[in-house]
């Protein structure tokens, strides 16, 4: 206990150690804007002071493990090396689970995909990380297996969802937090979130303030989720670039007049060196098509000196829509970050309310890699350089 009062703490940390120390609620929801701390927040408690009681079992849950490493175990784990606890011989990478040896504590981390993990032995403490992104039924295999307090958290980008009447049981507690609530936000960070104000009021409203989406302007609405890309699809990939915001790598797939996407890629930080590690690691085809963002011509050529199939994509955005929705559009179960942007993909409105033939440039990496691949393959464009 003295070691979480040690750290640095935003106002969620403490809130929800409250709500946790009060013994009152069965639920306890995180619904709030992006970059709140409700996921880093959540796993302070988790990781620094909830282990202190003895034998206590914790399931950090996500919608799937790759998802799960990028986020909340990442920031589990950095928490627990900032704060010098961290100890390497205590994380069994094997099966996912840290232990605590002076308690007996342990906490696991499994995605939603993991079926004997979801319906398999209980625990104590149960979280559930971005619980908007899951389904309802394997949220209350997880539910009536914890015997004690469930967290969870999510972005209320859905008009309607499970979580929402989760949140607002009697029993619960609902902690609501915004981007405001994050002292450790960049300059940079705060202008991009703010600058939605002028960009659209229910991206705005949101991803800013953290409240429910209202919004009927979303771009696609014809996808349906699928397990894999069917065998015998022909195969290609998309690719976004980015440094501060993440770059994007899809893999697309056309199977009987329907194109499927899977994402493969979706992190920050990437140097061109480091993308084409990740290349490597992922298994990616030097073979297939990889259909990039045109804007970064060096970017490409290093791509191909590295032996992949890199190539410019045409980047009209209007027409690249229009297309994707002339066809049958699936999207793999474990494309976290895809189905996020999906469900938050909007055309633009002006101060009317009259929708714009423009998305809102929010949010839209993976959509735009998607994109690239699936216009650009299927329209046979050739990209000229200008002259000169």
């Given at each position: 206990m003295e070691q979480a009062n040690r750290v640095k703490a935003t106002i969620v940390f403490r809130k929800n150690r409250l709500a946790y120390e009060s013994g009152l609620y069965r639920v306890i929801a995180n619904e709030g804007s992006t970059r709140s701390t409700k996921t880093y927040s959540i796993c302070q408690l988790l990781a620094l002071y909830i282990p202190n009681i003895e034998n206590v079992s914790i399931s950090i849950v996500g919608p799937s493990l790759p998802h799960l490493k990028r986020g909340a175990r990442r920031d589990f784990l950095e928490i627990l090396e900032a704060a010098g606890q961290y100890n390497d011989d205590h994380f069994n990478k094997t099966d996912?689970?840290?232990?605590?040896?002076?308690?007996?504590?342990?906490?696991?981390?499994?995605?939603?995909?993991?079926?004997?993990?979801?319906?398999?032995?209980?625990?104590?403490?149960?979280?559930?990380?971005?619980?908007?992104?899951?389904?309802?039924?394997?949220?209350?295999?997880?539910?009536?297996?914890?015997?004690?307090?469930?967290?969870?958290?999510?972005?209320?980008?859905?008009?309607?969802?499970?979580?929402?009447?989760?949140?607002?049981?009697?029993?619960?507690?609902?902690i609501h937090s915004t981007y405001k609530d994050n002292p450790f936000l960049s300059k940079e960070q705060r202008e991009e979130i703010e600058s939605l104000k002028d960009a659209d009021e229910n991206l705005w409203k949101v991803f800013g303030l953290g409240l429910r989406g209202t919004s009927s302007e979303t771009i696609y609405t014809h996808w349906k989720l699928c397990d894999e890309i069917p065998e015998g699809a022909e195969r290609i990939y998309g690719q976004d670039f980015g440094y501060n915001v993440p770059s994007a790598l899809v893999s697309i797939g056309f199977y009987e007049g329907a194109v499927y996407w899977d994402e493969e890629l979706y992190e920050t930080k990437l140097t061109t060196g480091d993308l084409i590690e990740r290349y490597k690691s992922i298994d990616v085809s030097k073979v297939r098509e990889i259909y990039c963002d045109a804007a970064e011509p060096k970017t490409i050529e290093e791509l191909c000196r590295a032996g992949y199939n890199a190539m410019p994509a045409d980047k009209d955005v209007t027409e690249g829509i229009r297309k994707v929705k002339s066809m049958p559009l699936y999207i793999t179960k474990r494309s976290v970050n895809l189905l996020k942007e999906i469900r938050s993909y909007k055309w633009k409105t002006d101060k009317n309310g009259k929708v714009l033939d423009e998305p809102v440039k929010f949010n839209d990496h993976a959509m735009d890699a998607g994109r690239y691949g699936t216009f650009t393959h299927t329209t046979g464009f050739v990209f000229k350089p200008v002259a000169g």
């Open positions: 996912n689970i840290y232990h605590f040896p002076r308690t007996g504590a342990y906490a696991e981390f499994f995605g939603a995909e993991d079926v004997g993990r979801v319906r398999g032995p209980g625990r104590d403490i149960l979280y559930v990380n971005e619980a908007n992104l899951m389904a309802y039924p394997i949220y209350k295999q997880l539910a009536l297996r914890t015997r004690k307090v469930i967290f969870i958290d999510y972005t209320p980008a859905d008009v309607d969802s499970w979580v929402y009447h989760e949140a607002d049981k009697p029993g619960n507690i609902l």
